[in-house]
């Protein structure tokens, strides 16, 4: 009798539990995401390394990059073109390429994104505060120009809108960083 009410309950419960669990993952050029188990960040095998392929593919030339950065640091219809995962993986490649030449200062935020955890899991309005405070506590070190010191600063002042604060802020480090520039 117990066993027949336990099944009863499982199969009556258990797919609206799945599906409280289960959050449509993020995905990054339709293929997958930072929280996917075949992502593998880092790694030559697995989805993360097919997506930086496409990116650095993307992003090869200095126009093209330009261009990023130029949407990202203005609020337009533009900006909500632009895929913010896509952003969070071009971030990613900078910070990854950034700390192979010895600079470590978003080493730290790299390691959160590569955990999935931190920037994933939540609320995105939350996650995103939580990328954009650890980006903003770090951004001194990369030497931006007064402008964009000043633009970094005021970033929550300017804008209420977590999508808008996002973009710019890493419109800001991507300009800083030398993204244009020096590339993937």
């Known amino acids: 009798m117990i066993s027949s ?13 799945s599906i ?13 995401g930072w929280t996917s188990s075949d992502w593998n960040w880092g ?3 697995g989805t993360g390394h097919d997506c930086a392929m496409i990116c650095r593919q993307r992003y090869s030339t200095p126009q093209a990059r330009a261009e990023l950065v130029d949407a990202l640091l203005i609020e337009s219809s ?3 073109k632009l895929d913010f995962e896509e952003v969070k993986l071009v971030l990613a490649l900078v910070w990854q ?4 030449t010895g600079l470590e ?14 920037y994933e899991v939540g ?30 600063n005021l970033l929550w002042y300017e804008t209420e809108d977590y ?11 991507l300009k800083s960083i030398g993204f244009v520039e020096d590339g993937l």
């Open 5 to 17: 009410l336990l099944w009863l309950l499982v199969f009556t419960l258990l797919p609206s539990i």
């Open 97 to 100: 390429k950034a700390r192979k």
């Open 78 to 80: 533009q900006t909500d």
């Open 123 to 152: 609320e995105e309005e939350e996650c995103s505060r939580l990328l954009i405070q650890d980006i903003q506590k770090r951004y001194m070190w990369l030497e931006p120009e007064v402008d964009d010191k000043v633009a970094m």
């Open 163 to 173: 999508n808008v604060a996002r973009m710019r802020c890493s419109g800001l480090v």
């Open 43 to 45: 790694s030559p095998f």
């Open 20 to 32: 409280a669990f289960s959050a449509s993952p993020k995905l990054i050029y339709g293929v997958s």
């Open 105 to 118: 200062s978003y080493g730290l935020v790299l390691d959160e994104m590569a955990k999935a955890e931190r």
